[in-house]
Every structure is written in structure tokens, then in C-alpha cells.
């Protein structure tokens, strides 16, 4: 006996009731999940940035530079020195430790450092060497003195790269790096005097040493020259006699 129409549509429509219940149960709750998350991962992250910012806030960092001086040396220029001009360079300076072993034929490995460093060079010209000055047709000819290097050079020790590898056999990187660190100002100082130096500063120098003969020793030498209308220095290591003066004004007269 079959059951009548009017309960099944009945159980049908309650059915459907049911799962559009549900359905919006459901809806409704993942909506209040997805709330609930934002609110509850925003509040996890500002916690977690204020536990990140907590050690900052209970620990207190106090940074002190101390110095400590014991002079060595104190050395008077007794008013001899002239400095001409200055050189900045980076310069790069590198120690090789190569090892071998029964007469050269086993290789050990070469222990390679590397120091990279801005370096201030400085140069000047003694006021008690020989010094030649004469007057031809108004231009005042300076043979000047050679140029020296004022030692020691000035190494910018916040632009310094250290780098140091040892060889494949070799355990002394560390070794190897701390005597190039020791040779490193002898070493700066043997090249400030190199020709490369010399005459990269040469024509700086050359209108250091032509401003001075302007300022103090042609009124003080030269009383009857006349008029001076340029200078020329020549330095005795000059491949040739520059012929490029400095102009001095044309009122400019010696007295």
C-alpha cells in the first residue's frame, strides 16, 4: 500500500527546508569564522610585534668610545716644510705565502690577503733647499726644490676590505693577513715616493709653489725686478721645462 501523495510532498518540502537551514547555518558561521580570524590574526600579529619590540624596551644599550694616548714622538719641522699638495687613492695591497716541498716538486698551496684601503697622501718641498729665482722680460723663472713625500701616509681606516684564503694545504689565512696588516705603512710609504705618485701631484704642486713665490718672496727677494707678470716653476726632476705660467695681474708691481 503506497503512501499518499500529500505526505511525500510534505517530507519533500521539509527536506528542503532543512537544507536551506543548514546552508545558511553554515554561511552565517564561516562569515563569523572569517571575522573572528581577521580580528584575532590582527590582533596575533600586533602581539607578536610587541613581543618582537619588547627586548628593545626592557634592555637598555648604552655604546662608549674610550681613547687612551701615550705620546712617542714629538718632532719640530723648524718651520722647513712647504706642502704642496695632497693625493687621495685606493690603493690595494696583497701578500702571496707560496709553499712547495722536495726541491719545488710538491705543490702546497698559496695562502692569497688582500687589504683595499683609501689612502691620504701628502707632499712638500723644503724651504732650506737650494732655491733659484730670476727675473727675464717680466716672467719669474723658479727652479724650486725637489718634492718629497710627508710621511707617514693617512690610511682611512673607514673605507678598509680585508680578505685573506689559504691555499688548499695551507691553515694560515688569519697569520698571513696580520703581516700584511703590519708591512701595510712601510709599504704605503715606499710607494708615495714612486714617479706614477710624483707626477700625478706635479702640476698641483707646481701652482702651490708659483702662489707662494707670489705672496711672499718676490716683494721680500726681488725688490728690483720690476714688474712681474707670470712665474714658472720648474722642479728638477721635470722631463722638460713647463712653459705653461701662471698670469699675475699686470698692476702687480714689486716694490
Known amino acids: 500500500m503506497s503512501e499518499p501523495k ?3 510532498t ?3 518540502l521539509m527536506s528542503a527546508g532543512c537544507l536551506r537551514w543548514f546552508a545558511a547555518t553554515a554561511l552565517l ?4 569564522l572569517g571575522i573572528t580570524s581577521f580580528f584575532f590574526l590582527s590582533s596575533l600579529k600586533e602581539a607578536a610585534a610587541w613581543v618582537g619590540e619588547l627586548p628593545r624596551k626592557l ?8 681613547f687612551r694616548e701615550s705620546i712617542t714622538k714629538i718632532t ?4 722647513d716644510i712647504l706642502e704642496v699638495a695632497t693625493l687621495e687613492t685606493n690603493e690595494t ?8 716541498a722536495f726541491n719545488e716538486m710538491v705543490y702546497l698551496g698559496t695562502t692569497v690577503s688582500e687589504i683595499r ?7 712638500h718641498i723644503k724651504l732650506t733647499d737650494p732655491w733659484q729665482l730670476s727675473v727675464q722680460d717680466n716672467q719669474c723663472i723658479v727652479r724650486a726644490p725637489a718634492m718629497r713625500p710627508s710621511p707617514p701616509p693617512a690610511i682611512r681606516t673607514d673605507g678598509i676590505e680585508k680578505k685573506s684564503e689559504a691555499g688548499w694545504l695551507r691553515f694560515n689565512a688569519a697569520e698571513n693577513l696580520a703581516a700584511l696588516e703590519k708591512s701595510l705603512t712601510p709599504t704605503l710609504e715606499r710607494r708615495a715616493g714612486n714617479k706614477v705618485h710624483l707626477d700625478s701631484i706635479r702640476e698641483a704642486a707646481r701652482k702651490s709653489v708659483a702662489e707662494f713665490v707670489k705672496k711672499w718672496l718676490i716683494k721680500d727677494q726681488m725688490a728690483t725686478a720690476g714688474s712681474v707678470r707670470s712665474i714658472t716653476v720648474i722642479f728638477p726632476d721635470d722631463a ?5 705660467p701662471i698670469t699675475l695681474p699686470a698692476t702687480l708691481q714689486i716694490q
Not at 29 to 32: G, K, P, Q, R
Not at 93 to 100: A, C, F, L
Not at 240 to 244: H, V
Open 76 to 79: 719640530s719641522t723648524n718651520g
Open 240 to 244: 722638460q721645462p713647463k712653459t705653461g
Open 10 to 12: 510534505a517530507l519533500s
Open 29 to 32: 558561521l564561516m562569515l563569523v
Open 6 to 8: 500529500s505526505s511525500t
Open 59 to 66: 634592555i637598555q644599550s648604552d655604546i662608549e668610545t674610550s
Open 93 to 100: 695591497v696583497t701578500r702571496y705565502d707560496m709553499k712547495t
Open 117 to 123: 684601503t683609501p689612502v691620504v697622501y701628502r707632499y
